[in-house]
């Protein structure tokens, strides 16, 4: 199963945002941290406001944080709001898909792969949450530095 970068960008920012749970963090600020497209992150992030994982709070000293507790979020949910369809393969086109076992297996195998996911919240994956925010910290660093 391969997620899109969009999923991937998505859950980069949660994880950003959840493990600094007391901060406003701008736009920016997540971009360096990852080295990736401020643009990319725009679109990412006001899809993520616009389902409430993510607040906005505009102005001079504004920015963005979780919109709920990281326990509260989902990422089986995430996943599925982040991505547009799950269609492994082009099953519906092909001549021998009524015949084929391919399709049930891979729809066995999705629904497994998201069972897997909707058993774990954001804050699951925040175990480390000093560390994270440490790497993220060292790594701002470097790229000021450089």
């Known amino acids: 199963m391969r997620l899109t970068r969009y999923t991937d960008y998505a859950m980069r920012v949660l994880l950003y945002l959840g493990a600094r749970p007391e901060q406003l963090c701008s736009i920016a600020e997540i971009s360096r941290a990852y080295g990736i497209s401020q643009n990319h992150l725009m679109k990412v992030v006001n899809d993520l406001v616009n389902a409430g994982y993510v607040t906005s709070v505009r102005g001079r000293f504004g920015g963005v944080r979780l919109g709920r507790p990281a326990m509260d979020i989902n990422v089986g949910a995430v996943v599925r709001h982040t991505e547009d369809g799950f269609d492994l393969v082009d099953c519906g086109s092909c001549i021998i898909a009524p015949a084929c076992g391919l399709t049930g ?7 497994a792969f998201m069972a897997v996911l909707d058993g774990y919240s954001l804050d699951d994956l925040l175990v480390k949450r000093s560390d994270l925010a440490l790497l993220f910290s060292t790594e701002s660093a470097m790229v000021g530095d450089g």
């Open 105 to 111: 297996a891979l729809r066995e195998a999705l629904a």
